[in-house]
């Protein structure tokens, strides 16, 4: 199987764990010899139930029985998505109300980028120095890691970065401006937080430019730092709200939201202004609308800060630097990068999965499922203190 993986299915790196999946089930992933893994990962912040969680896969089976894909995107009323739509807008200000549903992250950006110039008629477009918003061109040409783009030009045109939380760099933000993309937290560059009202002082100086303001929530939303999004912890309301991962319980999904006025210029002038087959698939936007519903009515998002202080004082060890990130969302520093490459490596052996981040190869991604328990965060921090000091001891 091993070597028709590689043979086979293109791959996205030259070394990929290449673990063969069995099955996975709450916070553990199993290989096909049956040896759990502790899942710190999340399947990159997508899993926000966990694996196979009973409401996710409940509403999944209960929807395969009535319909799968009957129509594209946008003309048949299909309930799973209208119910989806509707909750999301419930859960949201009264500027955000209606959504567009897609089939990942970086096509809910390209939405919302291509809204911004529709709503504006301006090209010129501002996102931030070590962003990642996903892969496809549009995502990518907002990309602030060069040498991630650097093989694929040409890209959009008109294109400028900030650094994010350099109030100076806002002069950028112009009369010709569209659109202003921030993750709302960076989540490639290292899990950095906005400081000293960042996000506010953006909002403000897209409100004197006339740009709009796209927050990408797709890692941070859904309940993951302890807030159902993540703007709702620094009093900033974006113009189009971009969503994905957690959104869909372990299904692919994406989204951007947005007012109706905003929203309704994708029907005209021209018609079919964003079209998708896919997008609002019945089957997906039922497992995310279970997804929803759980995270928004359980205890979750509250649990989400405790946990994160169970880490944090469990965390401590002279090779982790610093834990950067709010509730689940986690990132740990270590030294170098070689030393989180031997730790995550290291923690794999030992039924551990970690990951990386994209542009800060010094940090260990820590971002577990919402329904992670006390005890499994406990047990996940002592394999990592156990590999520590094996670490430690071996550069010592």
Request: with cysteine; charged share 20%; net charge positive.
């Amino acid at each position: 199987m091993a070597i028709d993986f590689l043979k086979y299915q293109a791959q996205t790196s030259p070394h990929p764990l290449a673990m063969k999946v069995s099955h996975a089930k709450g916070s553990y992933i199993y290989d096909v010899n049956n040896k759990a893994y502790l899942d710190f990962v999340a399947g990159v912040s997508a899993c926000t139930l966990g694996h196979g969680h009973p409401k996710v896969v409940s509403a999944i089976k209960e929807q395969l029985d009535k319909y799968l894909h009957v129509m594209v995107y946008g003309e048949y009323i299909q309930e799973p998505a209208v119910e989806l739509a509707k909750l999301l807008a419930k859960h949201l200000p009264n500027s955000l109300e209606k959504t567009y549903l897609t089939n990942s992250g970086t096509e809910a950006i390209e939405g919302a980028l291509k809204l911004a110039k529709r709503a504006t008629g301006r090209s010129g477009i501002v996102s931030a120095k070590y962003a990642y918003h996903g892969s496809t061109m549009g995502s990518m040409s907002i990309m602030g890691f060069e040498e991630r783009k650097r093989a694929f030009r040409p890209l959009l045109p008109d294109v400028s970065f900030i650094e994010f939380n350099n109030e100076e760099d806002l002069t950028k933000i112009t009369k010709k401006t569209a659109c202003v993309v921030l993750e709302t937290i960076q989540g490639g560059a290292g899990f950095i937080e906005p400081k000293n009202q960042y996000l506010e002082k953006v909002r403000e100086r897209c409100n004197k430019a006339g740009a709009l303001l796209i927050l990408d929530e797709i890692q941070p939303g859904i309940g993951r730092t302890g807030k159902l999004f993540g703007f709702e912890h620094y009093n900033c309301v974006p113009d189009i709200l971009v969503t994905g991962k957690g959104l869909g319980g372990g299904m692919p999904i994406g989204a951007f939201t947005a007012s109706t006025e905003l929203m309704d210029l994708l029907q005209d002038n021209p018609k079919l202004g964003h079209i998708t087959t896919f997008g609002g698939h019945p089957v997906i936007a039922a497992a995310a609308l279970a997804t929803l519903k759980e995270v928004t009515k359980s205890n979750l998002i509250v649990q989400t800060l405790e946990k994160e202080q169970l880490f944090r004082k469990h965390l401590v060890h002279p090779l982790i630097l610093s834990v950067r990130g709010k509730g689940l969302m986690l990132a740990a520093i270590t030294p170098s990068a070689d030393i989180t490459n031997e730790l995550i490596l290291a923690c794999q052996d030992e039924g551990l999965i970690l990951f990386w981040l994209l542009f800060e190869p010094k940090a260990i991604r820590i971002t577990p499922p919402l329904t992670i328990s006390n005890e499994e965060i406990v047990k996940g921090c002592q394999i990592i203190l156990k590999v520590l000091d094996k670490i430690q001891l071996k550069h010592s």
